[in-house]
């Protein structure tokens, strides 16, 4: 192949769920099967990295300062769901059981992976809590060690702060080891009405 396609490729490569073949296929349908799409594709790239940033509250995606959920006056601002990734979210959403706020972390407390509490998004977490009246954050973080390491290090900074809120964490029906982003919705309502305190 070319200099060219082997940049693509390589680069596509790099995409959460492709390996080599699902890369040169994709390279392969752009550029011979399919280049009439290639400039749409670049247009929507493009644009996307112009416009979409964080939301400046909950850290989702938004193209002004707060995304959609932030700024619907008909959700329930009073109850934030903590998540770590975006897709999460999007999870949730579509399982149609939860109708309150949302804060993404970006990722959860990992030692062995170098990730601390400062390649989190929780300082502005900790500014929600001080300023929006909130009275109950759900933890809906995966249910393996780091997961429980980030409740646990979420709960006690809480507690340090002075802040009463009340804390849940779902889990019911999530299966050990297992996420919120590959749970059905059946799962997931189950999850976040059976959601328990956490302590």
Same mark, same amino acid.
């Given at each position: 192949?070319?200099?060219?396609?082997?940049?693509?490729?390589?680069h596509?490569?790099? /995409?959460?769920?492709?390996?080599?073949?699902?890369?040169e296929?994709?390279? #392969?349908?752009? %550029?011979? =099967?399919?280049? $009439?799409?290639?400039?749409?594709?670049?247009?929507?790239?493009e644009?996307?990295?112009?416009?979409?940033?964080?939301?400046?509250?909950?850290?989702?995606?938004a193209e002004?300062?707060?995304?959609?959920?932030c700024?619907?006056?008909?959700?329930?601002?009073?109850?934030?769901c903590v998540v770590?990734?975006?897709p999460?979210?999007?999870?949730?959403?579509?399982?149609?059981?939860?109708?309150?706020?949302?804060?993404?972390?970006?990722?959860? /407390?990992?030692?062995?992976?170098?990730?601390?509490?400062?390649?989190?998004n #929780?300082?502005? %977490?900790? =500014?929600?809590? $001080?300023?929006?009246?909130?009275?109950?954050?759900?933890?809906?973080l995966?249910?393996?060690?780091?997961?429980?390491a980030?409740?646990?290090?979420?709960?006690?900074?809480l507690?340090?702060?002075?802040?009463?809120?009340?804390?849940?964490?779902i889990?019911?029906?999530?299966?050990?080891?297992?996420?919120?982003?590959?749970?059905?919705s059946?799962?997931?309502?189950?999850a976040?009405?059976?959601?328990?305190?956490?302590?």
């Amino acid at each position: 192949m070319t200099p060219a396609f082997d940049k693509l490729q390589k680069h596509l490569k790099q /995409l959460p769920g492709l390996g080599y073949r699902s890369s040169e296929r994709i390279a #392969l349908h752009l %550029l011979v =099967e399919k280049p $009439a799409r290639l400039p749409a594709l670049v247009e929507a790239l493009e644009e996307a990295a112009r416009s979409v940033r964080r939301c400046a509250r909950c850290g989702s995606l938004a193209e002004g300062e707060l995304c959609g959920i932030c700024a619907d006056e008909r959700r329930d601002h009073a109850v934030v769901c903590v998540v770590e990734q975006v897709p999460d979210l999007v999870a949730i959403e579509r399982s149609t059981a939860y109708r309150g706020m949302y804060h993404v972390l970006h990722g959860k /407390l990992s030692p062995m992976h170098g990730v601390g509490p400062d390649d989190l998004n #929780l300082a502005s %977490l900790f =500014e929600r809590m $001080a300023a929006s009246g909130v009275e109950e954050i759900i933890l809906a973080l995966s249910n393996d060690v780091e997961g429980e390491a980030t409740c646990h290090y979420l709960t006690e900074r809480l507690a340090a702060m002075g802040h009463t809120v009340k804390i849940s964490r779902i889990g019911f029906g999530l299966p050990s080891g297992g996420g919120v982003l590959y749970a059905d919705s059946v799962t997931l309502k189950s999850a976040l009405d059976g959601r328990r305190a956490y302590s």
